[in-house]
């Protein structure tokens, strides 16, 4: 019986465990910051597994009758819980990484475990990280909750790839913080208007810089473009954010830069302006073409599938030699935990399948 170890028990994480429960596959432990939790016979049923996420849920250390709670604090523990896991279960074991951390990459390269991934740092980190875990052996690699949560985008890029289909270019929205942002000023709001709207309705990060800044929707496109075969670091992806340096998080407190947006509102409301004049919208886009990665506003057509997009979906569009002219398209939800936990089960079960 392989074993699937569970690291993080965040809104993902707890996600899963529920989620797993209902499948074939066992559960043999469940890390936390702190902890890893290990089934005293080498597998959690429902119920605990039910528990244990209602525990970490009520902010309760992680902890559950007929397991053993191992302390981890650094990537070495964490491989050796994930070796000593694998080694129970005769060498088949499945991690999924529900974390944001920097720890686990290493820990389940040096472990030799079958991952599948949510964390986006075990993939936008070095790219000799990305090729111990990813190209050593393709069978051991799923990431498809790291780029549009449960969306099939990583699975319809590795068939293109494994088929022969030259991509030539993939473009995505990949925020749906900057989605909704974008569809504010399609509709005439003010930048710090919608800014503020999508602040207070929770949809941006607590500092509504780490969105706009264009980082996260710049490691996605770094994911893609090494899902691509482009050994490519993240110094190499251009990213344009919608804000000048001089509003950066090292210049100025959250307050003062939401103070300061209503400057960035003319010239924003002119860009919008001059794009619907074209015939064009604003989309804060990746665009991943000609061995290039490029992350900022773009204005596309409106009678595009990626310029008739509204609110927080995520899309990606991609040219191939299959799809030369109108684009291949996935469009939906991008993020939201049972989603991205929907796409993090669909990779344990495909690594099931490929293992069996
Ligand atoms: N939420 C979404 O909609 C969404 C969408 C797409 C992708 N993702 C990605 O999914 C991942 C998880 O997101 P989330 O919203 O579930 O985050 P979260 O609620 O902050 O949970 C993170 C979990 O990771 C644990 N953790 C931190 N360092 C760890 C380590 N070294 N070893 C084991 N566990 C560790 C934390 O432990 P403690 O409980 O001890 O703090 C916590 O349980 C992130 O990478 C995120 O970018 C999320």
């Not at 000799?128 to 990583?154: C, H, I, Q, W």
């Not at 074209?278 to 665009?287: C, E, I, Q, S, Y």
Request: glycine share 10%; hydrophobic share 45%.
């Amino acid at each position: 019986m392989p074993a699937v170890v569970i690291l993080g028990c965040g809104g993902v994480g707890r996600a899963l465990l529920k989620q797993i429960a209902a499948t074939k596959l066992t559960v043999a432990a469940v890390c936390d910051s702190k902890n890893a939790l290990v089934a005293a016979n080498g597998a959690f049923t429902a119920a605990q597994l039910s528990a244990i996420a209602e525990a970490k849920a009520a902010g309760k250390p992680l902890a559950v009758e007929g397991a053993t709670v191992v302390p981890v604090t650094d990537s070495a523990g964490l491989a050796a819980v994930l070796k000593q896991c694998k080694e129970a279960a005769g060498g088949k074991c499945f991690v999924a990484d529900c974390t944001a951390s920097d720890a686990t990459g290493p820990a389940m390269a040096e472990a030799g475990v079958a991952v599948a991934l949510a964390n986006k740092k075990p993939v936008t980190s070095s790219i000799d990280l990305y090729n111990k875990l990813a190209l050593e052996n393709p069978r051991n690699f799923r990431n498809e909750s790291t780029v549009g949560a449960g969306l099939p985008v990583m699975a319809m890029l590795r068939r293109m790839v494994t088929s022969g289909d030259p991509i030539s270019r993939v473009a995505g929205c990949f925020s749906g913080t900057l989605g909704f942002v974008m569809s504010g000023l399609e509709a005439g709001k003010k930048l710090s208007d919608v800014v503020a709207e999508a602040k207070s309705l929770g949809y941006t990060e607590p500092d509504p810089r780490e969105d706009l800044s264009g980082m996260d929707v710049a490691r996605k496109a770094l994911i893609i473009a090494r899902s691509m075969g482009w050994k490519l670091e993240m110094d190499d992806v251009k990213v344009e954010g919608m804000y000048p340096p001089e509003m950066g998080q090292d210049k100025m407190s959250v307050d003062e830069f939401m103070a300061a947006l209503p400057s960035l509102d003319a010239d924003m409301a002119g860009k919008a302006q001059a794009a619907a004049a074209d015939g064009k919208v604003l989309r804060f886009a990746a665009v991943v073409a000609d061995g290039k990665c490029l992350v900022g506003l773009q204005s596309v057509p409106k009678n595009t599938a990626m310029g008739a997009l509204q609110g927080t979906d995520n899309i990606v569009e991609v040219i191939s030699s299959c799809y030369p002219v109108s684009p291949l398209v996935i469009q939906g939800a991008g993020a939201g935990t049972e989603t991205t936990a929907s796409g993090v089960l669909a990779d344990l079960l495909e690594l099931a399948d490929i293992h069996a």
